[in-house]
């Protein structure tokens, strides 16, 4: 299994940004996915989910109604729509494979294989 993510990078507050996950070496349609980040000196917090299909999502309530989660199972790949951001919404943003068709639970113990990570920073 390899998860590899990207488009990152340094924007200014309220800009936009979309993130990709290309996953690789299992069958990415049976599975869900999420995204978390981790801020300088602060633990790995769950940003969003989504079902194997698509038709479920969940957010945290820190970026709901400014990120959207979205899926192409045609091409193995997850993203991450950021708009609105804000200064902290800075961190390394990672994606990670669920370990079943959905993920309620926002914990991590509950993905199984992760990305390398890709760093967004905001400035304000």
């Known amino acids: 299994v390899q998860l590899q993510a990207s488009g990152g990078g340094l924007v200014q507050a309220g800009d936009s940004l979309r993130l990709s996950c290309a996953a690789s070496?299992?069958?990415?349609?049976?599975?869900?996915m999420g995204w978390f980040r981790q801020a300088p000196g602060k633990e790995r917090e769950f940003v969003a989910a989504i079902s194997w299909g698509g038709g479920t999502t969940d957010y945290a309530e820190s970026v709901k109604g400014r990120f959207t989660i979205s899926r192409d199972n045609a091409k193995n790949t997850v993203y991450l729509q950021m708009n609105s951001l804000k200064p902290e919404d800075t961190g390394v943003y990672y994606c990670a494979k669920g370990r079943a068709t959905w993920i309620s639970s926002r914990t991590s113990y509950d993905f199984d294989y992760w990305g390398q990570g890709t760093q967004v920073t905001v400035s304000s």
């Open positions: 070496g299992y069958t990415f349609r049976s599975y869900s």
